[in-house]
């Protein structure tokens, strides 16, 4: 079986990623402003790139770390099913949380972390996607802040992979399939 020939179009640039995302930032760090020190927890590997640019914009003590779900596998389509394959190293009981995901698709995975993080204590806990396609919504949730609402379309780049490809991509950009040779 040949793999399926696609393309890449640009969605969101990387000026209108970076543009909003100094306009969340300022968000978070009006919200946490008393913070003692904020974790801001990472979802792996989706949002590595997201929260790099992220935490550079924020004006407060923070630490990172790093939470993996499963989720999609190398298709295109939710498993619906959440594992945490890697786990916080820090405790968070009493503590301020960001949890930092790329992209809200059924819902599933984000609601699954934020349920489980939930059930230890941290004194607050909020939420930002990149990117959310609430059309696509399964469960009932919505993330505390949101980069950007985007069609129901598969997409790549910033973190993002399609089979682990396009993760360096710059900008979001959207897959397209297009006929082989
Ligand atoms: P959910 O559990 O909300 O359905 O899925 C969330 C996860 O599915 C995201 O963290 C992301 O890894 C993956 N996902 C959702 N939509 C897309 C997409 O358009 N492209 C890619 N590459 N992954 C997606
Ligand atoms: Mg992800």
């Given at each position: 079986m040949t793999k399926p020939a696609y393309v890449i179009d640009e969605m969101?640039?990387?000026?209108a990623i970076a543009a909003r995302i100094?306009?969340?930032?300022?968000?978070?760090?009006?919200?946490?402003?008393?913070?003692?020190?904020?974790?801001?927890?990472?979802?792996?590997?989706?949002?590595?790139?997201?929260?790099?640019?992220?935490?550079?914009?924020?004006?407060?003590?923070?630490e990172v770390d790093f939470i993996?779900?499963?989720?999609?596998?190398?298709?295109?389509?939710?498993s619906r099913e959440v594992r945490i394959l890697k786990d916080l190293r820090s405790g968070i009981e009493g503590r301020d949380v960001l949890v930092v995901e790329d992209i809200v698709d059924t819902g599933h995975t984000l609601s699954h972390v934020v349920q489980l993080l939930k059930t230890r204590d941290p004194a607050r806990l909020k939420t930002i996607a990149l990117l959310d396609k609430p059309s696509r919504r399964e469960v009932d949730f919505r993330a505390d802040l949101i980069g950007f609402d985007i069609p129901d379309e598969f997409v790549v780049g910033y973190g993002i992979d399609y089979a682990q490809r396009n993760r360096n991509l710059p900008f979001i950009g959207k897959v397209r399939f297009v006929e082989d040779g």
């Open positions: 969101i640039s990387a000026k100094e306009t969340m930032c300022r968000d978070i760090s009006a919200e946490f402003c008393d913070t003692d020190k904020l974790v801001v927890v990472g979802l792996l590997r989706g949002s590595f790139v997201f929260i790099a640019d992220l935490v550079r914009e924020l004006d407060l003590p923070i993996e779900a499963s989720s999609y596998g190398d298709g295109m389509e939710s």
